[in-house]
């Protein structure tokens, strides 16, 4: 088993920034694949961004030039940064992981509003 845990939602202004984290811990023999998803009200859950072990990042193209995704040198802490945020970036993020078996974190509220 994989435990993810996230930190770093709130609420921010139109065009603030937020950092999340998420940090896997327990049978970790090796993460492939680490990202970040998200799902507002309403709606289904979609990608936001994930990156490889190898380092390559993939984005939703609503977040390409604003977000950026990064991992430690171990590879099991993964980082969101978010640059210029909207209020349609309002959502419950949610921290992914594919270690032969797909993991989710509890989920982390992002609320953008003035």
């Known amino acids: 088993q994989v435990q993810l845990v996230e930190s770093g939602g709130g609420l921010v202004q139109p065009g603030g920034s937020l950092r999340l984290s998420c940090a896997a811990s327990?049978?970790?023999?090796?993460?492939?694949?680490m990202g970040w998803y998200r799902q507002a009200p309403g709606k289904q859950r979609e990608l936001v961004a994930r990156i490889t072990s190898g380092g390559r990042p993939n984005y939703a193209d609503s977040v390409k030039g604003r977000f950026t995704i990064s991992r430690d040198n171990a590879g099991n802490t993964v980082f969101l940064q978010m640059n210029s945020l909207k209020p349609e970036d309002t959502a419950v993020y949610y921290c992914?992981?594919?270690?032969?078996?797909?993991?989710w974190g509890q989920g982390t509220q992002v609320t953008v509003s003035s």
């Open positions: 992914y992981a594919y270690s032969g078996n797909d993991y």
């Open positions: 327990g049978s970790i023999f090796r993460i492939y694949t």
